[in-house]
């Protein structure tokens, strides 16, 4: 007799930086690579090839939602957890995250692809606070609009252009502890969500 096994829990990352040396996107991809070692199947998303204009009613009103909206939304479908790894501008979050999230919840299919999923929160920064500010905002915005589960373990890395080495891994131990403690309880949420 052969039992099916559990099959991998999948997480959309979505940095909220697409700049070229962005800490944050490295924040992600450490972030990745932990989460592979956890078993997981990770999706790493580029708001940047959205093509999202600035929200606009009059544009969506004349054009409708476009097509990068979409696709967002159906990323968050096929996903069972989603890790959000955003930097800060002046203590809050960037403009390029929080307009995919408005132009996704435009469309109907995002509430059933996004309520009560299950996301967790980290930032990266140079600055001593590891961008934590910016979370603060983000975790309420993210909770009452899109109605996304945020998890109330989050994770700074300040000094973050010191924070890696070459391999793109967390140099400090605590650090990695912190990020991996996180993880770790996206993938039980997550696990145990899916199991109900």
């Known amino acids: 007799m052969t039992t099916n096994p559990i099959p991998s829990v999948r997480v959309l990352i979505v940095p909220g930086s697409a700049r070229r040396g962005s800490l944050n996107l490295q924040l992600a991809r450490a972030a990745a690579a932990l989460l592979r070692d956890d078993g997981a199947e990770v999706t ?20 409708g939602v476009p097509a990068g909206a979409r696709t967002l939304v159906d990323a968050f479908a096929a996903h069972d957890a989603v890790l959000i790894v955003s930097p800060e501008y002046n203590a809050f979050p960037p403009p390029l995250l929080i307009n995919a999230i408005d132009w996704a919840s435009r469309l109907p299919e995002s509430k059933p692809a996004m309520q009560g999923k299950p996301t967790a929160l980290m930032a990266a920064s140079p600055g001593a606070l590891g961008g934590m500010r910016s979370l603060l905002c983000l975790r309420n915005f993210l909770a009452l609009n899109p109605g996304l589960l945020v998890l109330p373990e989050q994770a700074g890395i300040p000094h973050a252009d010191r924070a890696f080495d070459a391999e793109g891994g967390l140099v400090d131990p605590k650090q990695q502890q912190m990020v991996g403690t996180v993880l770790k309880s996206l993938l039980r949420l997550a696990r145990t969500r899916r199991a109900a």
């Open 44 to 63: 790493l998303a580029d708001l940047r090839a959205l093509a999202l204009p600035i929200y606009d009613g009059d544009l969506e009103a004349e054009h």
